[in-house]
């Protein structure tokens, strides 16, 4: 099977995060059919590794790496259960895209490309392919692994998504979780507001483009309400910490009048603000069951606080051009029974200015009686100098592509950081095919970069000896 035989083979197997045991299964029985030894430890994560080819037995042993994992996001009118229905997968403009859920090109291209290579007929060192669980959440998988199995002197992770750049150092990051229970007490007439429409993305690699979040801009409309003394019932806005929010709802007491005058201006006064991907920006008003809901001056805390939280590039990179250096990104809110809860998820190359962000947060949620709970945390991946995996992937990549490839940083996590801290004598290099809009309903990645990629990686290997 090729490469993108292998990516519509995996997209039938459901793998959200924390629920890759399919895929697992998947994998563990691939090996076995295939007569490769394998290793599954007790968080999903699988090892597979393959002999040298013939002539290859004194070539380096080469890791490849990537995610089983995918983020589950979908319209709101789609009813797909992402533990069990395949994603349905379509083809526009020479590439794949899912109806109504994100599409899983991150990282099922890496999963593809490797099965490729395992089952394929092609010249290679020894080696070993790593398929690390419960990346998206919070490199858990990667976290957990045992890295004393890995005796590779190089590896290729393949969860980039820009086919002309090599990534060669990555941000760190942690997960904040801020709560506060309230009061509550019934309401009289209800409201359901949505906001819809926005593009969305990635956290880490979208975070400067300027997307609106959803729930920042849900908390601006309660906020311009907050003299009509609006209450606030339920909140549901995003679903990950490292996705920028497409769509938030929430529950509101307010007059019906009051609140469809104010709805309807702030969208003309956002949408002459937003950018062109966010031009689908709507804000909508309907009735709702009326429930049990906050005061109005708990309503205004909590709108104010979401508004005071430093959100979005907080500094750019003074030694990379165009690289976010610290970002924060609130990418969950849910208001239910009188509990808020906000996700945040941080990142930042520079360690300190990282704990500087979370000290930062610690005490404005304290201030105003919240609970900051520090969760998952990761380290960078510091830049390597010199490199010969990456001059050997440059030189392969103009023999495919016909040009030459750069060399770049990359603000998203990446689970190089966990395994160069683990190995840090192993040169790692991170690289993908193109996609676009990541962690979104409109995700797409490139079918002919796919193949590249693929191609690339392959060269690579065939000359393995020559490294």
Not at 92 to 115: C, N, Q, Y
Not at 267 to 274: F, P
Not at 400 to 408: E, F, H, S, T, Y
Not at 418 to 433: F, H, K, R, T, V
Request: proline share 2%; charged share 30%; hydrophobic share 35%.
């Amino acid at each position: 099977m090729t490469h993108l035989e292998y990516f519509y083979e995996i997209s039938k197997i459901p793998r959200p995060s924390g629920e890759e045991e399919k895929i697992a299964d998947y994998l563990c029985e691939f090996a076995e059919k295939h007569g490769l030894q394998y290793y599954r430890d007790e968080g999903r994560n699988v090892l597979i590794n393959k002999p040298a080819s013939k002539g290859y037995e004194n070539a380096p042993c080469f890791c490849l790496q990537g995610h089983t994992d995918m983020v589950c996001e979908k319209e709101l009118s789609s009813d797909h259960d992402f533990t069990k229905d395949p994603i349905d997968i379509y083809v526009e403009d020479g590439k794949l895209k899912a109806h109504g859920t994100t599409l899983g090109g991150d990282d099922g291209a890496a999963i593809s490309i490797m099965l490729a290579l395992l089952s394929g007929d092609y010249k290679t060192p020894r080696l070993q392919c790593l398929f690390t669980a419960e990346e998206e959440t919070g490199l858990f998988g990667a976290g957990s692994f045992d890295y004393s199995l890995i005796d590779a002197e190089y590896m290729i992770n393949i969860d980039g998504e820009e086919e002309d750049e090599i990534l060669a150092s990555c941000a760190g990051g942690l997960r904040a979780k801020l709560v506060k229970s309230y009061p509550t007490s019934d309401t009289n007439e209800c409201f359901k507001i949505t906001i819809s429409g926005l593009a969305g993305g990635h956290s880490g690699a979208d975070i400067h483009k300027n997307r609106a979040n959803a729930s920042l801009l849900m908390f601006r409309l309660i906020s311009k309400l907050s003299c009509s003394n609006i209450r606030l019932a339920f909140f549901e806005g995003g679903s990950k910490e490292n996705a920028i929010t497409p769509y938030a709802t929430a529950v509101v007491e307010c007059d019906k009048d009051v609140l469809k005058k104010a709805a309807s201006e702030f969208k003309a006064e956002i949408s002459k603000t937003l950018t062109e991907e966010d031009k689908n920006f709507d804000v909508t008003v309907e009735e709702a069951k009326s429930a049990a809901a906050l005061s109005a001056d708990a309503t205004r805390e909590l709108a104010s606080l979401a508004q005071n939280l430093k959100s979005g590039v907080i500094r750019m990179s003074e030694d990379v051009q165009g690289l976010v250096s610290t970002s924060s990104n609130l990418g969950v809110v849910k208001v239910e029974n009188g509990t808020a809860k906000l996700y945040y998820s941080v990142r930042s190359e520079d360690d300190d200015e990282k704990q500087a962000v979370w000290a930062e947060y610690e005490e404005i949620a304290n201030e105003s009686g919240y609970t900051a709970e520090r969760g998952q945390e990761y380290p960078g991946w510091k830049f390597r100098r010199e490199s010969h995996l990456r001059t050997l992937y440059a030189d392969a990549y103009k023999t495919v592509v016909g040009r030459d490839i750069k060399v770049n940083a990359i603000h998203a996590g990446l689970e190089c950081g966990i395994i160069s801290g683990a190995l840090p004598d192993l040169d790692i290099i991170a690289i993908g095919p193109n996609m676009e809009y990541v962690h979104t309903t409109a995700e797409a990645m490139d079918i002919d970069s796919f193949t590249r990629v693929f191609e690339t990686i392959k060269l690579c290997l065939e000359r393995a000896k020559d490294i």
